[in-house]
């Protein structure tokens, strides 16, 4: 039983030509992102995107300063990484990150994170009215799932030193990886990849791997750049 169990945990199942790991099935997450516990502390580092994305980016360059935070960087000529590195997650086949800055708290974060740490591109989007990902990078939206040599799975590497949903910190999980990611799969892989992991997970995983609901005192990681006091306290997940 031992045996077979980390046979489906450590699995490669396929949809439509498309290899997915059964880690998104058996590693569990928190209740949803809350910027306000964990300040998006997943953003610090940047994301890689399409080379190309940077123009649709760049397209919605004003809407995007207007919506930006004094802080951060206005020159669109400093948004993004000069390097250009070879890739095959990607469409073009090459990948360009965002660049950092350091706010005046002395963190370090994505170019595109505002004061109140939500992304800039985001927020433009909204106020366009385009749907609220669409000029989003898709590792920006997929996270905690990520695609890596062309196999949709759970972004362990990236988790690893997250504070709030962070792999090691279990006491925080109360769902899995793809009830947690429900929307953001849909939308980048289709409704059709959906149900097939859905009724996949149902199958194979669901009743072995259900958790309850995390409740404790959580502290806010990151204050507000605006006010860099003791951060406030937490009663439940997800609750200001």
Request: one cysteine or more; glycine letters at 6%.
């Amino acid at each position: 039983m031992i045996n077979k169990q980390a046979e489906e945990t450590d699995k490669i199942i396929e949809f439509n030509g498309q290899k997915i790991h059964t880690s998104i099935f058996t590693q569990v997450f928190v209740p949803g992102c809350d910027m306000k516990i964990c300040g998006g502390q997943c953003c610090d580092c940047g994301v890689y995107m399409d080379k190309d994305f940077r123009n649709v980016i760049l397209e919605h360059k004003e809407v995007i300063k207007e919506v930006m935070s004094p802080q951060q960087i206005k020159d669109e000529s400093q948004w993004f990484d000069e390097e250009i590195i070879e890739d095959d997650d990607f469409p073009s086949g090459y990948a360009a990150g965002s660049n950092v800055f350091v706010d005046n708290i002395d963190r370090e974060k994505c170019v595109f994170m505002d004061d109140n740490h939500y992304c800039s591109l985001q927020v433009a989007a909204m106020k366009m009215g385009l749907h609220k990902w669409a000029i989003k990078p898709t590792h920006c939206i997929l996270y905690p799932v990520t695609l890596m040599g062309g196999v949709i799975m759970f972004d362990d590497e990236h988790s690893d030193n997250l504070l709030y949903c962070g792999i090691h910190e279990k006491q925080n999980f109360s769902q899995s990886v793809l009830e947690g990611t429900q929307e953001e799969i849909k939308y980048v892989f289709g409704e059709d990849m959906l149900n097939f992991l859905n009724d996949y997970y149902k199958k194979n995983f669901a009743p072995k791997y259900s958790i309850e609901t995390a409740q404790k005192v959580d502290r806010r990681i990151y204050p507000n750049p605006e006010n860099s006091s003791e951060p406030e306290v937490h009663n439940k997940l997800g609750e200001q």
